[in-house]
């Protein structure tokens, strides 16, 4: 089967495309869609005022409004982009890191891959949303007192919520490397002189290059993932301003810059309970792009890795499926070979 003609593939690519293509064009073409919205709202013919920001999902549709008045629904559609792209950029570069880390990790002694391993089953324990946490922290308190540009936080928490993650990845990734080393004609490469560059550069990627498209997509459901546990704790891609709305306001209103799905959820996470759609819209947003991201990484580790779908047109073999355990079993480069590393 051509990946590339399978609805199943582009189902739920065309959704995530459709989406970030709107996002540009909203925030290119129609920027006054995400002004502020009316102070309140009145009855035309009375005159009578019937309500007053946030707007529930029946006065402003289709998701209600912020407390600025702000259509919801054209706030999560204009943070698509940078909520998607970033994700996006952030599951290439731990890709990247991590092959290389483990590239490295696999041709390093013996003694200096059980230090290493030791040091990362250390911090396998700690989830990465403390960590990102710690790490950012500082930097939004800079952004915050007007120290750090708003762009640049957002590069800066990109790299942090990627390289974070390379260590643990690139073990796991070293591990299965250093298992396809074994292989006789491996062995037999060297023997007759092939160097490890050699070796790295017409060995390795014709194992592992399928196992990079999948890697892709499950790194970018993680991080989509990740983004809700930072926006819980209020650290949010490119930043969250603070908005005073005078003396009767006791606690400061948070507004992100970017508009991104994670801060637009945690800005209104203590409303939940007299406001619930403000918190339920940008999760529901999550919720769709990694139910996609998930099916087009199960219908890639099917075509691409685990021959349960015939690669050629009518050609049909009968090869039994994957259990459901090894379905959900992360990062699977062969059948016969599964690490038992594992990482956040």
């Known amino acids: 089967m051509n990946i590339f003609r399978s609805l199943r593939f582009w189902l739920p690519l065309s959704f995530l495309i459709i989406l ?20 309140y709202l009145k009855d035309e013919e009375t005159g009578e005022l019937l309500a007053d920001p946030p707007y529930t999902p029946s006065e402003m549709k289709p998701l209600g409004s912020d407390k600025l008045g702000r259509n919801l629904f054209y706030i999560l559609i204009a943070g698509a982009k940078y909520t998607l792209l970033s994700a996006a950029i952030i599951a290439l570069l731990r890709m990247i890191g991590g092959f290389a880390f483990g590239i490295v990790y696999a041709f390093l002694p013996s003694w200096s891959r059980q230090v290493i391993k030791g040091i990362g089953d250390t911090f396998n324990f700690i989830p990465l949303a403390i960590i990102a946490f710690v790490l950012l922290t500082p930097l939004q308190l800079a952004f915050q007192s ?69 890697m892709f997509s499950e790194q970018l459901s993680q991080t989509l993932y990740l983004l809700i546990q930072l926006g819980v704790l209020y650290i949010c891609l490119g930043g969250l301003k603070i908005v005073e709305f005078g003396i009767m306001e006791s606690v400061p209103e948070y507004f992100s810059y970017t508009n991104e799905w994670a801060a637009t959820m945690s800005i209104n996470l203590h409303q939940v309970f007299l406001y619930t759609w403000l918190a339920l819209a940008p999760l529901g947003f999550f919720a769709v ?52 590393e594992g990482f956040h």
């Open 146 to 214: 007007g120290a750090l540009f708003s762009f640049r936080f957002l590069v800066i928490e990109i790299i942090v919520i990627s390289v974070i993650v390379i260590p643990s990845l690139g073990m796991y990734i070293g591990e299965e490397i250093k298992e396809y080393l074994k292989n006789d004609f491996i062995t037999v490469s060297r023997q007759i002189g092939a160097s490890k560059f050699y070796i790295i550069k017409k060995h390795l990627p014709p194992q592992f290059s399928r196992n990079a498209l999948v």
């Open 289 to 340: 792009s990694i139910f996609c991201v998930n099916e087009i990484t199960r219908f890639l580790k099917e075509v691409l890795l685990e021959d349960t779908i015939a690669v050629k047109k009518n050609k049909q073999e009968n090869i039994a499926p994957y259990s459901s355990k090894e379905l959900e079993e992360p990062f699977t480069f062969s059948r016969n070979v599964h690490s038992k």
């Open 20 to 39: 970030l293509a709107a996002s540009f064009i909203i925030s290119a073409f129609y920027p006054e869609l995400l002004e502020q919205g009316p102070p």
